[in-house]
């Protein structure tokens, strides 16, 4: 069974631009999850999507960050425009049934460096 | 507003040791709490889970206990070994989905 994936592994853009990250979950998980860790800080929570609804998106930091999930499948995450303190690993994650607290399962992460 | 701490930050030992790293919350209302494995440059792979009606929870070499009252866990690695050696992070799970970290352990096992 293929594990969470994410798109690009590591990204190189420019204070100003747009970035986009992709995250496919693993088959049949209905809960989706955004994470980030920024250079010497803990991992902390974005959001979570059921399906495609957002559950929870108090972690998000401002009104630059946009998270979908057309479909309930795979999420985006847009950064636009990119600043330099965006800079870390987004990390995604999906579980079964988060009501009983169930395993989250990351994926890789995606290094993203704004310069 | 919940607070993971992890201690040590760091831990070098020499293999065949056992050891323990420990890991506190600030607020006991948990769902379940999580150790996870990261290796550099790698995602996070769940090590072990243990609900909040849970004591502890083993796989293999790994035991992990939970004292909810008290606010603190900790992960028993016996005979360790080099292929331990990894970032391991403590979360917690205090809101209907939402993940807590602590800023983890660095542990290496030289052989």
């Known amino acids: 069974e293929a594990g969470v994936t994410q798109f690009p592994s590591h990204s190189v853009i420019e204070k100003g631009q747009t970035v986009t990250l992709r995250c496919d979950p693993i088959?049949?998980?209905?809960?989706l999850y955004w994470y980030r860790r920024v250079m010497g800080k803990e991992i902390k929570f974005l959001l979570h999507f059921v399906k495609e609804s957002k559950q929870d998106e108090s972690g998000m930091p401002n009104n630059r960050f946009l998270a979908e999930r057309t479909g309930g499948t795979y999420s985006t995450l847009k950064v636009q425009p990119a600043e330099l303190e965006d800079s870390g690993v987004y990390f995604c994650a999906s579980s079964q049934d988060s009501r009983t607290g169930d395993t989250q399962y990351f994926g890789p992460g995606t290094r993203l460096t704004v310069l | 507003k919940q607070e993971v701490t992890q201690i040590p930050a760091a831990l070098s030992v020499p293999e065949g040791e056992n050891l323990v790293l420990n890991c506190s919350f600030t607020d006991s209302a948990i769902y379940n709490l999580q150790w996870f494995r990261q290796d550099p440059g790698k995602g996070l792979t769940s090590l072990l889970l243990i609900q909040s009606s849970q004591r502890e929870q083993t796989s293999g070499r790994l035991n992990a206990s939970l004292d909810k009252s008290s606010g603190r866990s900790t992960l028993y690695i016996a005979a360790s070994q080099p292929g331990d050696s990894a970032t391991y992070l403590c979360a917690v799970a205090s809101g209907y989905s939402t993940l807590t970290f602590g800023k983890g352990t660095m542990l290496l096992v030289s052989p």
């Open positions: 088959s049949g998980h209905d809960n």
